[in-house]
């Protein structure tokens, strides 16, 4: 056998034992996004429980069931379908989003003091979130890894205390002063939370009341149990008064005038950016026939109609403009003269939610009732 014949089988031999060197003798499943949020379900129970039937669970199945009603009803305008219809990538920023301390806040985690907490040092921070966009990974919505993955570590709240016990893959929890404040949730709430002339309200400053302390449900020791009251709470989730906007609708009948008055005393900050919540106030005399109605709401139509403006083009946006039920807003408050005389009976009181004052009222939810008797 010539010479360069020995040399060529030495070469074979030698690429085949080092690729054989080079594969893994056990490769780690590459797992989906479902079960590496069940993978933490496994340790944390309650908070995946209570994640499941909450809004953030549900982000991504309530869009699909949102561009569906949208584009097959008339509940929509026209130019608002346009918008859903061709730019969806808009709304799977905040319904899908990628983990947002691997994107919009990078790096923040290392920080040691709220004051870095600035555009001038993350110029990202106040931008859109940024939209998964494998498809695979959408089932899940906000999930686990969105707000506590960094890396290869779990960012958790600024008291975790290390339990000392061993724990594997991607679950390396790391105490971190910004997490669970209002910076985390601004990649997707940055409207309402970035707005500091309204969070602040009779003395308590943003940075004295984080959205978890009112936003989040609290067990009896105190802490978060990851449910958020959202208008699809179920019945078991008692919604604490400081979220109940209803209550504080204000409606009296004296002298044959129904006085009806509004005023923010139980929120930090105003209405949500898009939402609406619409108050059905009647009058019934005792033998129970309607004598007068109207109607009461709160949205934010007056701020939010420029950014909606592009879309309808020379046309008015739609709805109707509400209260914004804003702490430093004077109280939203109407009289009307009952014509038809009334000495007995009772006033009911429907409380309705929508979640854009755009679309027709077709599209709000009853949410609460109350009767008032006079």
């Given at each position: 056998m010539k010479t360069y014949h020995y040399v060529i089988i030495g070469l074979v031999i030698f690429i085949a034992l080092v690729s054989q060197c080079a594969l893994p003798?056990?490769?780690?499943?590459?797992?989906?996004?479902?079960?590496?949020?069940?993978?933490?379900g496994s340790c944390h129970q309650d908070?995946?429980?209570n994640w499941k039937i909450g809004p953030h669970a549900q982000a991504y199945a309530k869009l699909?069931?949102?561009?569906?009603?949208?584009?097959?009803?008339?509940?929509?305008?026209e130019p608002?379908?346009?918008?859903?219809?061709q730019n969806p990538a808009v709304c799977k920023s905040c319904h899908v989003s990628e983990n947002i301390f691997d994107t919009r806040l990078k790096g923040l985690e290392k920080e040691e003091n709220m004051e870095k907490f600035t555009q001038a040092h993350y110029p990202e921070m106040m931008e859109f979130a940024v939209p998964r966009t494998d498809s695979t990974?959408?089932?899940?919505?906000?999930?686990?890894l969105t707000c506590h993955a960094s890396g290869d570590k779990v960012l958790t709240t600024e008291d975790f205390k290390p339990s000392g016990q061993k724990m594997e893959g991607q679950c390396q929890p790391v105490a971190s002063t910004f997490f669970t404040k209002n910076i985390s949730c601004v990649s997707c709430h940055k409207f309402v939370v970035n707005d500091q002339e309204e969070l602040a309200h009779q003395g308590m400053e943003i940075a004295q009341k984080t959205c978890n302390s009112c936003h989040q449900e609290y067990d009896s020791e105190g802490k978060g149990t990851h449910y958020y009251y959202w208008r699809h709470d179920p019945e078991d989730k008692v919604r604490p008064k400081n979220m109940r906007v209803f209550d504080v609708l204000d409606v009296q009948l004296k002298n044959q005038v129904l006085a009806v008055s509004w005023?923010?005393?139980?929120?930090?900050?105003?209405?949500?950016?898009?939402?609406?919540?619409?108050?059905?106030i009647e009058v019934f005399n005792e033998a129970e026939e309607l004598v007068f109605s109207t109607q009461a709401r709160l949205n934010r139509k007056i701020?939010?109609?420029?950014?909606?403006?592009?879309?309808f083009k020379d046309e008015p946006v739609s709805g109707i403009e509400g209260y914004t039920f804003s702490p430093k807003q004077e109280p939203y408050e109407q009289s009307y003269k009952i014509e038809k005389r009334v000495k007995k009976g009772k006033i009911k009181i429907t409380g309705k939610q929508k979640a854009q004052y755009w679309a027709k009222d077709d599209?709000?939810?009853v949410i609460y009732t109350r009767e008032i008797s006079f």
């Open positions: 003798t056990a490769k780690e499943p590459v797992l989906s996004r479902l079960e590496q949020v069940e993978k933490c908070a995946y429980h699909e069931e949102h561009v569906d009603l949208v584009l097959n009803s008339d509940i929509f305008p608002y379908k346009g918008m859903i219809a990974m959408f089932v899940t919505g906000i999930d686990c005023e923010n005393t139980i929120s930090p900050h105003s209405y949500s950016e898009c939402g609406e919540s619409i108050a059905d701020y939010h109609d420029k950014d909606l403006q592009p879309l599209l709000a939810e």
